[in-house]
């Protein structure tokens, strides 16, 4: 896998991206990611859109992120994407498009990098996750976010590490936050229930034990204190399978947790991220989905205002 995909002409031809998207979905991953990434990345760009790269939020590991943010407005909601690769690869840079088309619609955008196996293992890169949510939200309102309007958004990998996060409360605490604190979870193609594990790599990532394997399930913790989730997946998935998503959504369900399974018809593992882009766009209603949602869901702060309201006790009149 390439670990820094070229900048293509902005001429690039969008049938070779949609190529690139054709050779990712049959499984030939290593020639053609830095095209497709490079090729989104050169198309994208708006003058309204706001960019800020390398901003440090974890000193001591090294990791940095990159925001972006419409030139005007304040008290937007915040999203905070995790970019997927088996927790084993992958590059913040390589997603500029993604954090462009989403500020773009009055967003403000962070996407954070993370430590990957096998430099690190689950508590690794879910630390590293908290802290970057810690970070947006204490740092939301300098970039015109409202940091009580949080959400969490990531595809595959990215998806399990927010899922996690939305439902092992253990992860947010560490860093003085709660599940509940997020305005909402956005999941694209995530593992959320994949017990049992065969690969070696995620054996060693997860654990050797099932015991050890159900701290990486995100369906093993929900308890019913979880944020709002909207889950899109395609049926066509082979890299994870739709029962992921479907698993996830009846935990929910079950629990009486607000949650939006969205089942996309042939639709692929790349192809639910990459409709988020302009010229893929058309493969599915991401984009769209994304935007309801997250205007559906009101700022945590006024769902726990309103939470309490409905829990006070009634007073008989005099």
């Known amino acids: 896998m390439s670990s820094s995909p070229p900048s293509p002409s902005p001429r690039t031809p969008r049938r070779l991206i949609k190529r690139a998207l054709l050779l990712l979905g049959s499984g030939l991953l290593a020639g053609c990611q830095a095209t497709l990434f490079g090729g989104l990345n050169a198309i994208s760009g708006h003058a309204d859109v706001v960019t800020r790269r390398d901003v440090v939020f974890d000193a001591g590991h090294g990791l940095a992120l990159d925001l972006y943010r419409p030139r005007d407005g304040r008290n937007l909601p915040v999203v905070v994407f995790f970019y997927g ?13 993604a954090g ?24 690794g890169f879910m630390g590293d996750a908290a802290r970057a949510v810690a970070w947006a939200h204490a740092h939301a309102a300098e970039y015109g976010g409202n940091p009580d309007d949080l959400f969490v958004m990531g595809h595959s990998a990215g998806a ?4 996690l996060l939305a439902t092992d409360a253990h992860w947010l605490q560490a860093v003085g936050m709660q599940p509940r604190q997020l305005a909402g979870f956005i999941g694209l193609a995530g593992p959320y ?5 065969t ?4 054996i060693d990532m997860f654990g050797s034990t099932h015991a050890e394997q159900l701290r990486s399930q995100p369906v093993h913790y929900v308890n019913g204190d979880e944020p709002p989730m909207l889950l899109m997946q395609g049926t066509t998935d082979k890299i994870v399978w739709p029962r992921n998503a479907q698993a996830l959504a009846r935990a929910l369900e079950a629990q009486h947790e607000p949650v939006e399974l969205r089942m996309m018809p042939g639709i692929g ?11 893929l766009r058309g493969k599915g209603p991401v984009l769209e989905d994304t ?10 702060a006024a769902r726990a205002d309103a939470a309490a309201v409905s829990a006070a006790p009634v007073r008989s009149p005099r």
């Open 291 to 300: 935007l309801q949602f997250i205007r559906a869901h009101p700022a945590a």
């Open 85 to 97: 690769g088996s927790w084993k690869s992958g590059k913040r840079q390589w997603y500029r498009w």
């Open 269 to 279: 593992h790349f192809a639910i991220l990459f409709a988020l882009s302009r010229p």
């Open 160 to 163: 399990h590490i927010d899922a």
């Open 193 to 197: 229930d994949f017990l049992p594990l």
């Open 100 to 123: 462009e088309v989403l500020a773009q619609r009055g967003l403000v955008v962070v996407i954070p990098d993370y430590r990957k196996w096998p430099a690190v293992k689950l508590d």
């Open 199 to 202: 690969d070696p790599d995620f």
